[in-house]
Each structure stands twice: as C-alpha cells, then as structure tokens.
C-alpha cells in the first residue's frame, strides 16, 4: 500500500468546511442547524469556530443532515489534527524506530500447522 501524500498547507477545519460548503450556500443559521442537529447552539458554534472538533456522533448527524458520510468529516479532523501535531516541536520526530532484541527474530505467527484437533487433557 503507497502513503498517502501529506499536504504541505494547513487542512480545513471541519468547522470551516461545514461553514464556507454548508451553512452559508444554504443559507441557513446556527441556530436553526442546530437545532435540526438536536445539539445545542454553543456545541455548533464551537465546531464552526474551530475551537472543537467533530465526535463521532456530531459526524454522525452532520452526514445524515447533509447526505454526505460520518468517514468524511472525522477524516476532515484527523488530517487537520495530524497537521497541527506534526508542526508541534514535541520531540515526536525524535522517536527511534523500535528494532528486535538481538538473537530475536519478529514474530510472523506459527510455522507450524497441525492438522489433528487437540483434545484437551483432563
């Protein structure tokens, strides 16, 4: 399987997707949406504000409201919050690859196949 290619710039918040693609064409207001979602305006206002991200269950409703899926807006804040954390100089990028110990080989599971049933003993 190829990586998928990081992007250089800064991904959308779902917050601003849901704003600049939803909210303002339809034309519809914060408080209606939010109460059409069944949360309260403040939860809303968070998201489209960027200062919360999208649960699962706001992904959930946001797919059902606007006929798109719940992959699609977690997606949105996992490229977005994997950004941020790879621009963070938390000493992420210092971790060393972990090698097995020598002598040891990796694990790949049982070469070993018995065609016969164990009985257990008792």
């Given at each position: 399987m190829l990586p998928e290619k990081k992007p250089t710039a800064q991904p959308p918040h779902p917050g601003f997707v849901l704003k600049k693609e939803y909210i303002e064409p339809l034309g519809v207001s914060?408080?209606?949406l939010a109460a059409k979602l069944g949360v309260s305006?403040?939860?809303l206002s968070s998201i489209i504000n960027e200062r919360a991200g999208v649960s699962p269950d706001m992904a959930l409703?946001?797919?059902k409201a606007f006929r798109t899926t719940p992959e699609m807006w977690l997606k949105l804040k996992t490229v977005h919050d994997l950004w941020e954390a790879e621009q963070l100089d938390s000493g992420w990028n210092e971790v060393e690859p972990i090698r097995p110990v020598r002598g040891q080989t990796q694990s790949t599971g049982s070469k070993h196949t018995s065609k016969r049933k164990r009985v257990p003993r008792g």
């Amino acid at each position: 399987m190829l990586p998928e290619k990081k992007p250089t710039a800064q991904p959308p918040h779902p917050g601003f997707v849901l704003k600049k693609e939803y909210i303002e064409p339809l034309g519809v207001s914060v408080t209606d949406l939010a109460a059409k979602l069944g949360v309260s305006r403040n939860t809303l206002s968070s998201i489209i504000n960027e200062r919360a991200g999208v649960s699962p269950d706001m992904a959930l409703r946001l797919s059902k409201a606007f006929r798109t899926t719940p992959e699609m807006w977690l997606k949105l804040k996992t490229v977005h919050d994997l950004w941020e954390a790879e621009q963070l100089d938390s000493g992420w990028n210092e971790v060393e690859p972990i090698r097995p110990v020598r002598g040891q080989t990796q694990s790949t599971g049982s070469k070993h196949t018995s065609k016969r049933k164990r009985v257990p003993r008792g």
